[in-house]
């Protein structure tokens, strides 16, 4: 797959769906601040980013910190440790289960369009991981 197709594959299927995404939150956070009384609760979360090539992670962490309520505040490299891990705070971060799985969700959308694996998760042909 050449770097054409790659970019073509994440405009296409990530692009439209992070749009959207911008809109919703642009739209929450307006309607928090809009409004009397807050509902934000900041939340620090770790999200695993194992697996993942430096490009995938330049395009996640930059999606995250372009949406509204969310900000990548470190990125730590893959060690001893553990894998890769980007550190993100979400304003409206009380349930810390719902704001990880939002995460995981960009997360997983991006690496479907940029590897082009399908629904069930296993690369189209002539791509690969």
Same mark, same amino acid.
């Given at each position: 797959?050449?770097?054409?197709?790659?970019?073509?594959?994440?405009?296409?299927?990530?692009?439209?769906?992070?749009?959207?995404?911008?809109?919703?939150?642009?739209?929450?956070?307006?309607?928090?601040?809009?409004?009397?009384?807050?509902?934000?609760?900041? *939340?620090?979360?770790?999200?695993?980013?194992?697996?993942?090539?430096?490009?995938?992670?330049?395009?996640?962490?930059?999606?995250?910190?372009?949406?509204?309520?969310?900000?990548?505040?470190?990125?730590?490299?893959?060690?001893?440790?553990?894998?890769?891990?980007?550190?993100?705070?979400?304003?409206?971060?009380?349930?810390?289960?719902?704001?990880?799985?939002?995460?995981?969700?960009? *997360?997983?959308?991006?690496?479907?369009?940029?590897?082009?694996?399908? *629904?069930?998760?296993?690369?189209?042909?002539?791509?690969?991981?």
């Amino acid at each position: 797959m050449n770097a054409l197709t790659a970019t073509l594959r994440v405009l296409l299927r990530f692009g439209p769906w992070l749009v959207g995404q911008l809109v919703v939150s642009t739209l929450a956070l307006a309607r928090d601040v809009g409004t009397p009384g807050s509902t934000q609760r900041p *939340r620090i979360v770790k999200l695993s980013l194992a697996g993942m090539g430096d490009v995938e992670i330049t395009l996640l962490t930059s999606s995250i910190t372009i949406t509204p309520g969310t900000l990548v505040l470190a990125v730590a490299p893959a060690d001893e440790h553990g894998p890769a891990a980007a550190y993100v705070q979400g304003l409206f971060g009380e349930d810390e289960a719902a704001l990880v799985s939002g995460l995981e969700e960009m *997360r997983d959308r991006l690496l479907d369009a940029s590897r082009g694996s399908g *629904r069930d998760g296993t690369p189209e042909e002539g791509t690969h991981p």
